[in-house]
């Protein structure tokens, strides 16, 4: 899903982010991605998380490990 918020739903409510992840230079986001997995009765949260790959982007930008 685009949208982070469920409301303690399997599915996301809305394709709205509301939840961040802040990154500053050198810093420079490779991926990021909304984690909706759940048992398949319930969601731990009323979010989904979220999460990213970073690099390192100062020059060449070296991947992060």
Not at 11 to 25: G, L, M, Y
């Amino acid at each position: 899903p685009r949208g982070s918020f469920n409301g303690f739903a399997l599915q996301a409510k809305d394709d709205t982010r509301i939840d961040h992840i802040f990154v500053s230079a050198p810093w420079a986001v490779r991926h990021f991605a909304v984690l909706a997995q759940h048992d398949g009765a319930r969601v731990p949260s009323d979010h989904f998380a979220v999460a990213a790959l970073l690099n390192w982007d100062e020059g060449a930008g070296a991947a992060c490990e």
